[in-house]
Structure formats: C-alpha cells, structure tokens
C-alpha cells in the first residue's frame, strides 16, 4: 500500500499528514448503523444485538480519537512532530529513520526504537512525501510514497461500512423482513375437488391411494393438507345424512373428544389434536367437512400444535375456497341423526 499524498493546497495548516473526512463519515455511518441495531435490539428484546451494539460504542470512540489526533507536522528541515490517536505528542529526526517498511495498508518508520504507522488511508503533504521518498531509495525500496492507492483505501473503506451495515440489518431481521415476497395463490384439483393454496404448497404422494387411502396431500411444510372422499354408494342413505351428522359420525368412529363446530364462514369442521411416537411432535387438525353431490369430504389441515393459532385465518380461508366437479350437494329434510353444533 502506497501513502497518498494530497498537494498543498489540499492539506490542513497544521499538519503533514493526517486522516481525511471521509474517515470520519464513515464513523458517522457505523455509529447511525449500529444505534439502529440498538433500538431494534431493544424494541425485539434481542438483548444479545444490544451487547454487540454496546462492545461497538468504544470502539468506534477510538476510531474517533484516531481520525482526530493522529498526525505528522515537519518542523524543520531535519525534525517532525509525530501526535498519536491519543494526543500524545513526540518529536524525531528524519535522519534517525532506520527503516521504512511499507504493508498492505500502512507504512512503518523506525525511528530510533520507536515505531511509527501512517495508515494507507492518511492524507500525505507533497514535503513528507518526498523525504520518506528519498528514504525508501536510499534502503534500495521499489516502494514510492506517491499518489496511487486512493482508490483502493477508498473502495475498502465503503465496503467495510456496507457490510457493517448489512450485517446489523440482517441480524436485527430487516432484510428477512424485506426479502419476504408475498406467495401467490395456486388452485390444485384432483379427484373431484379442487382447493386454492398457495404456491408454496407442493402435490405430494404420502398417504394417497392404496397405500394411505386419502385422495390428495398437500404441504408447504409447514402446513399439510389431506383431503378423503367417501362416496355415498359406501353405505344404504348415506346421502341422506347432514355435514353435522357425518361429522359426528366422524368423531365417534375415531374415539376423538371434541364437538362440531361452525368456522367464521359457517363451513362446518371439528379439531382434534395428534401425538406422533416416531417424531415426538403433537399436530392440531382442522377438520373440515364437505357435502359433493356424489359424496363427503373430509378436508384435514394439520399444523404443529403451538403454530395451530398462527395459521387459523390462513386455514378459513382456504377451506372457504373449495369447490367440486360435481357441486354442492343440496340437503333436503334432517334424517333424524343428532349432532350438536356449537
């Protein structure tokens, strides 16, 4: 890395080398950055952001002591006052320069024992430039103290803040929340019934025909969705029975403890709740019933139990959209079979 130099005219009065504003705006960036990932810290009660926001603040502190002291004012011909981050000031020769080694980002001068850094970063007077010049030729160097290297300290500097800054955002959940695109309706038909999802949801085959006996499963995941049709020529009248009497039917073939309800569309549904031994996880079923004109629907939403509330809404809604090949099955009068609806 090669020190820049500035020219006369662009450096400060006091000083021969010192850290430029821009420097300095970038700490203003990174401080703005991460009081915002402080007050989300706080306001999300991700206490750990709020610890990291707090380890940044000296941090940045020292950063500002940096850009603020650190500099090189030439005296005289021979002598230069060398002032470090934290104020403290100290005097040298030029002709006691031992050694200058130049680094990646930085240049170290040995003077005497002493050890003195000017970051890649520094702005450089044309004056010090050229005796740290002479130096480097006199140790035989290649290295020049000249004015290439601006750009790449500038680009590094830029993507350090843009990382800083996508770092606190991602970590407080702004980018998840901003890169979440809303899923687009998908309608899937099989079999006679046809349900609008989204199109996250995926057709698969668990559970279906021969081996499962349900008709379709659908999941996203997160939510699956199985639908059974049981036609009425499975029994004598069985067409003649009600969605409530069907779904009490149900109940009472499968030992549940639960009672027929009405959702707030008035589609007719009960709910129970299934341990499963092999994964240990307990899902809570929506259990909707349907009257085709060829048979019963049960239509089953399955979510894990402590995600049931989450997804309620999103259950109504979907259950709202079902619709048959064959239409709605029209009832006539009630065969009798009671079934209490709460």
């Not at 020190?3 to 450096?11: D, E, L, M, Q, Y």
């Not at 002479?134 to 590094?156: D, H």
């Not at 089953?300 to 049931?308: K, R």
Request: aromatic share 12%.
């Amino acid at each position: 890395m090669k020190i820049i130099h500035t020219g006369k005219r662009a450096a400060p009065p006091k000083a021969d080398m010192f850290m430029p504003r821009a420097m300095l705006v970038c700490l203003i960036l990174i401080f703005l950055c991460d009081a915002l990932v402080l007050v989300l810290g706080i306001l999300t009660e991700n206490w750990a952001e709020v610890l990291l926001s707090c380890v940044y603040l000296p941090l940045g502190i020292l950063w500002f002591l940096w850009w603020k002291n650190q500099s090189i004012k030439i005296l005289d011909e021979d002598t230069f006052r060398y002032t470090n981050m934290f104020g403290k000031k100290s005097i040298h020769s030029f002709s006691r320069i031992s050694h200058i080694q130049v680094y990646l980002s930085s240049i170290s001068v040995l003077v005497g024992r002493k050890r003195i850094f000017i970051d890649g970063g520094a702005r450089v007077t044309k004056p010090l430039a050229q005796r740290l010049n002479e130096i480097l030729e006199q140790q035989g160097s290649r290295y020049r103290v000249g004015k290439v290297g601006k750009g790449r300290m500038a680009i590094l500097v830029v993507c350090a803040v843009i990382i800083g800054v996508l770092s606190g955002l991602a970590s407080s959940g702004i980018l998840d929340a901003a890169d979440d695109t809303p899923s687009g309706d998908k309608t899937f038909s099989a079999d006679g019934i046809s349900i609008t999802l989204t199109d996250e949801f995926l057709n698969t085959t668990w559970a279906t025909g021969d081996a499962g006996g349900y008709n379709t499963v659908y999941s996203n995941g997160a939510v699956t969705v199985i639908t059974l049709k049981e036609e009425f020529s499975l029994v004598a009248g069985f067409e003649g029975y009600t969605l409530e009497e069907y779904a009490q039917l149900t109940i009472e073939a499968n030992a549940m403890d639960t009672a027929v309800k009405r959702d707030e569309n008035g589609l007719i549904y009960f709910d129970h709740l299934f341990a499963d031994p092999e994964a240990g996880d307990t899902y809570y079923y929506y259990d909707y019933v349907f009257k085709s004109g060829d048979a019963f629907w049960l239509v089953q939403f399955a979510v894990l139990e402590e995600e049931a509330a989450s997804y309620a809404a999103d259950v109504a809604h979907w259950a709202k959209s079902i619709e048959f090949e064959a239409g709605l099955y029209v009832e006539g009068a009630h065969s009798g079979v009671e079934g209490d609806v709460i």
